[in-house]
């Protein structure tokens, strides 16, 4: 079964990568409805926080159920590899649920994502809502033709609430069914110009670290997203020339560039902005950039719906991204 489900997967990849198509969307929340939240990644250390975000869903009408492996360790992780492919499969399987919450990222997705069946995901499609590392599931989803949610995850919920509430309700409208237009002030360094597109991405890193396997997208007439945490401006370069000369910026139709946070100093100075080092790379293609979209490792984490479609325009006053399906 694995076997002909995986050249199902490659056909759909080249189907994918060669047309427009409709990614498909799963039900959207109703009150009643099941949430499930598992940890396919990183050590949860603040379990208070997954039990905040439970009580937050569960008050607002939902159930929420936590995997068993959620609060397990080991070492780096939330489980051993097993344990924590062994929970997300449940939740893939779920007959009924319709979201599956990764409770936090870290590292680790990479490690569990091809032991993994999603013949009954497909069956029974759910939203998987995540950043950072689950960047990994976000990309197997686009190239199974499906939409998922970056979006904070119940780890957020370590913050003050105040803090992340925005984001939590931004996350619950997407979750009900609403299409979010955003608006912000634009960047001096952003490249005005509208574009229409599916958008895709996520973590800067992960992207980078998924090209030449399964789990790499087609960039083609799509507009790309790229965050990143922790990393030297020398590395964040390097990510973007490794994903430039894989043709992701030559082939997408724009960019958006979200929070790019604690970006560790080199010494000698690297002599650039992260504005600057995109731009280096990007100016040739013409397309619209922007720049300081409110989603990634911040408080202010923005739901964003990839495998929609989307309008981006960028002036040099405004800017708006508008999801259209």
């Known amino acids: 079964m694995k076997t002909y489900f995986r050249l199902i997967f490659f056909f759909v990849i080249t189907t994918m990568n060669s047309q427009n198509i409709t990614f498909k969307t799963p039900d959207f929340l109703q009150k009643g409805d099941t949430i499930l939240i598992v940890s396919p990644a990183g050590i949860i250390k603040q379990q208070d926080a997954i039990q905040k975000a439970k009580e937050t869903f569960e008050n607002w009408g939902y159930n929420v159920s936590i995997g068993d492996a959620v609060f397990n360790e080991y070492h780096h992780f939330a489980g051993t590899d097993d344990e924590r492919s062994k929970d997300f499969q449940w939740a893939l399987d779920h007959p009924t649920a319709k979201v599956i919450w990764c409770a936090r990222g870290g590292y680790g997705s990479v490690r569990i994502i091809d032991q993994l069946d999603f013949n009954n995901f497909a069956k029974h499609p759910k939203w998987i809502v995540g950043y950072s590392d689950i960047t990994v599931f976000h990309n197997q989803l686009h190239n199974l033709g499906f939409q998922s949610i970056h979006a904070p995850m119940p780890i957020n919920f370590k913050e003050n609430y105040l803090a992340i509430e925005e984001s939590i309700e931004q996350l619950h409208y997407i979750l009900q069914g609403n299409l979010p237009h955003y608006k912000i002030r634009s960047n001096p360094s952003n490249k005005s110009g509208t574009c229409k597109g599916v958008?895709?991405?996520?973590?800067?890193?992960?992207?980078?670290?998924?090209?030449?396997?399964?789990?790499?997208?087609?960039?083609?007439?799509?507009?790309?997203?790229?965050?990143?945490?922790?990393?030297?401006?020398?590395?964040?370069?390097?990510?973007?020339r490794a994903l430039d000369r894989k043709g992701y910026f030559e082939e997408c139709a724009g960019l958006v560039v979200g929070n790019f946070t604690d970006t560790k100093k080199n010494y000698p100075e690297f002599g650039q902005t992260i504005e600057e080092i995109i731009l280096s790379l990007v100016e040739k293609y013409n397309i619209p950039v922007l720049f300081d979209f409110p989603a990634g490792h911040e408080l202010k984490n923005l739901g964003l719906i990839f495998g929609s479609e989307i309008y981006m325009e960028i002036d040099k006053n405004n800017s708006s991204i508008q999801f259209i399906k």
């Open 199 to 240: 958008l895709v991405g996520g973590n800067l890193t992960i992207l980078e670290n998924m090209v030449g396997t399964n789990s790499c997208f087609s960039t083609k007439n799509k507009i790309l997203f790229i965050e990143e945490i922790g990393e030297y401006k020398y590395h964040i370069d390097r990510l973007l």
